[in-house]
T-cell receptor
Framework: QKEVEQNSGPLSVPEGAIASLNCTYS??????FFWYRQYSGKSPELIMF????GDKEDGRFTAQLNKASQYVSLLIRDSQPSDSATYLC????????????FGSGTQLTVLP | DTGVSQDPRHKITKRGQNVTFRCDPI?????LYWYRQTLGQGPEFLTY????????KSRLLSDRFSAERPKGSFSTLEIQRTEQGDSAMYLC?????????????FGEGSWLTVV
């Protein structure tokens, strides 16, 4: 079992719809969770992080965390073609206060 | 405020040659990380520095790889006797531990192609 799992996609949504990206993790003690966006050929760019159970909203983005289910998600409202990218889920594992473990990413395409 | 800077951005080398990448972190950041990313995969952790001390190394970091951060500022990642399997994007990242957490910011990456 991978430490951080994401559906690789591709996930396609029409412009203006809500895109839902999901991530599960295996280390129950993980405390910090991050979503990065990566355009093709570019480096990952931090979108948001979440530490506590529940929802955290930032503009069109909402991160949701459920530690009991070991599940974190990212919702993108009013999706735009410019949101088309690979979205990486990252988790700070227990015992390593420093490094992040990344999933393989979900490729999102927003169709105009 | 400049972000994390990496050099060179692209490197093509012949198998068996040595290559070195440089990373300049965000100036106030005391933590520096190296990751490697191949096509279709997420970044994989290689090593981490706090100031000049190398505190954590992945098993991915074979003895052909060496990283330094001599004065706690910029860092170098050297790959000796390159192999085709070393072809990847090498990402440097930095962070500053604060009460609000430890958010990692990536540079633009250094693409390595071993032919």
């Amino acid at each position: 079992q991978k430490e951080v799992e994401q559906n690789s996609g591709p996930l396609s949504v029409p412009e203006g719809a809500i895109a839902s990206l999901n991530c599960t993790y295996s280390d129950r003690g993980s405390q910090s969770f991050f979503w990065y966006r990566q355009y093709s050929g570019k480096s990952p760019e931090l979108i948001m992080f979440i530490y506590s159970n529940g929802d955290k909203e930032d503009g069109r983005f909402t991160a949701q965390l459920n530690k009991a289910s070991q599940y974190v998600s990212l919702l993108i409202r009013d999706s735009q073609p410019s949101d088309s990218a690979t979205y990486l889920c990252a988790v700070k594992p227990t015992g390593s206060a420093r490094q992040l473990t990344f999933g393989s990413g979900t490729q999102l395409t927003v169709l105009p | 405020d400049t972000g994390v800077s990496q050099d060179p951005r692209h490197k093509i080398t012949k198998r068996g040659q040595n290559v070195t990448f440089r990373c300049d972190p965000i100036s106030e950041h005391n933590r520096l990380y190296w990751y490697r990313q191949t096509l279709g995969q997420g970044p994989e952790f290689l090593t981490y520095f706090q100031n000049e001390a190398q505190l954590e190394k992945s098993r991915l970091l074979s003895d052909r790889f060496s990283a330094e951060r001599p004065k706690g500022s910029f860092s170098t990642l050297e790959i000796q006797r390159t192999e085709q399997g070393d072809s990847a994007m090498y990402l440097c990242a930095s962070s500053f531990l604060s009460q609000s957490g430890n958010t990692i910011y990536f540079g633009e990456g250094s693409w390595l192609t071993v032919v």
